[in-house]
């Protein structure tokens, strides 16, 4: 599977767009870029997946690099409850392995 | 929604005790997993389950074993417990649909301590 980096860390003003960026420049075509996140203590949530086109959901929308070397994960307004590690994982389709990183520690500032 | 429940949010037991972790999960999924996250190394897979009976070993098995005899149940155990094996432990499912594997959701997670 591709590996992915993140930043380890962001800050983001409560209500506020939060953009969280991602680096996947070894993906191949068959691997899907998902996202989770994860709040204290809590098993990791699934927030949005996506392949090459932008994808949107009622969480977050997701943007894919043309080339798909890249991706950010964009939450509209972020509120307080968004405070959590954010992980970026590529994999195929067909793989049962979901590789967690270390994410990035997204902390919202009221 | 998805939900995957877990049997205990926090477990305390002994060296040497036999340990079930159980799972259930409401969604008809085939696909089962377990999980063990600690600091500094993010998420290890332990085994996982694409159907009842069926079981594969993840990154991480050595002194695990996993039952699934339901399709809705996946249970964890630890044969004999040692202090090396205090984490967190995640169960997650996910469906399968054309050979294609898709997102995984999460339990709460069950806070594991031996002593």
């Known amino acids: 599977d591709a590996k992915t980096t993140q930043p380890p860390s962001m800050d983001c003003a409560e209500g506020r767009a939060a953009n969280l960026p991602c680096n996947h420049s070894?993906?191949?075509?068959?691997?899907?870029v998902y996202w989770y996140r994860q709040i204290h203590s809590q098993g990791p949530q699934y927030i949005i997946h996506?392949?090459?086109n932008n994808e949107t959901n009622e969480m977050a929308s997701l943007i894919i690099t043309e080339d798909r070397k890249s991706s950010t994960l964009i939450l509209p307004h972020a509120t307080l409850r968004d405070t959590a590690v954010y992980y970026c994982i590529v994999r195929p389709r067909t793989s049962n392995q979901f590789y967690f990183g270390t994410g990035t520690s997204l902390t919202v500032i009221p | 929604d998805v939900k995957v429940t877990q049997s205990s949010r926090y477990l305390v037991k002994r060296t040497g005790e036999k340990v079930f972790l159980e799972c259930v999960q409401d969604m008809d999924h085939e696909n089962m997993f377990w999980y063990r996250q600690d600091p500094g190394l993010g998420l290890r897979l332990i085994y996982f389950?694409?159907?009842?009976?069926?079981?594969e070993k993840g990154d991480i098995p050595e002194g695990y074993s996993v039952s699934r005899e339901k399709k809705e149940r996946f249970s964890l155990i630890l044969e004999s417990a040692s202090t090396n094996q205090t984490s967190m432990y995640l169960c997650a499912s996910s469906r399968v649909t054309s050979g294609r594997i898709h997102e995984q959701y999460f339990g709460p997670g069950t806070r594991l301590t031996v002593t």
């Open positions: 070894t993906i191949s075509g068959n691997e899907y």
């Open positions: 996506g392949l090459k």
């Open positions: 389950s694409y159907d009842v009976k069926m079981k």
